[in-house]
């Protein structure tokens, strides 16, 4: 059983609130327009980090984090991407990756629209996490926790860090 605390879109912005919140995590998903490196460093510090580059991102960023980046946790297939897209509307060319990858999670940011919901028909669960920074249009940074048993996810939860304005 692992939990996994997963955040999108902090554009370089730092809140020590991730720190509080991913403490009961035992890894971090950071799904794209990381913004910086000392960011993702700080996470790293405090806990292991998959991470996708975003299309905000900048050259050694994209030179240190794919664009697409699968891998197996707790018997679970899992797929992470930027620009992704959702059930019913995925990005140009994700379709295709989804049906021959077959993964059981799939995460995207990008859209900064938190979004949680299961796909029926590519049969996996879509978790767009929101955006944890200032930078953007959405109203309320979030970001989400999970836990992901033998292929199996529970204790899914929506973490609002406030709104965007008051930062």
């Not at 891998?71 to 509307?89: A, D, L, Q, S």
């Given at each position: 059983m692992k939990r996994i605390g997963i955040l999108s879109?902090?554009?370089?912005?730092?809140?020590?609130?991730?720190?509080?919140?991913?403490?009961?995590?035992?890894?971090?998903?950071?799904?794209?327009?990381?913004?910086?490196?000392?960011?993702?460093?700080?996470?790293?510090?405090?806990?292991?980090?998959?991470?996708?580059?975003?299309?905000?991102?900048?050259?050694?960023?994209?030179?240190?984090?794919?664009?697409i980046l699968e891998?197996?946790?707790?018997?679970?297939?899992?797929?992470?991407?930027?620009?992704?897209?959702?059930?019913?509307?995925y990005a140009p060319g994700i379709r295709k990756i989804l049906a021959e990858k077959r993964p059981q999670l799939f995460i995207a940011g990008h859209s900064h629209i938190l979004k949680v919901m299961f796909d029926r028909q590519m049969n996996l669960l879509y978790i767009n996490p929101g955006a944890a920074g200032i930078m953007g249009w959405h109203k309320v940074r979030t970001l989400i926790r999970v836990t992901l048993s033998q292929g199996n996810f529970s204790n899914l939860e929506v973490i609002e860090l406030g709104a965007r304005e008051n930062e």
């Open positions: 879109d902090t554009h370089g912005y730092w809140d020590d609130r991730y720190l509080e919140y991913f403490a009961e995590c035992d890894e971090i998903w950071h799904a794209g327009d990381i913004g910086s490196f000392e960011l993702i460093r700080r996470l790293e510090e405090f806990r292991p980090v998959k991470a996708v580059c975003g299309n905000c991102d900048g050259g050694d960023t994209r030179k240190t984090y794919p664009q891998w197996e946790c707790e018997n679970t297939r899992v797929m992470m991407t930027h620009i992704g897209g959702y059930p019913g509307k």
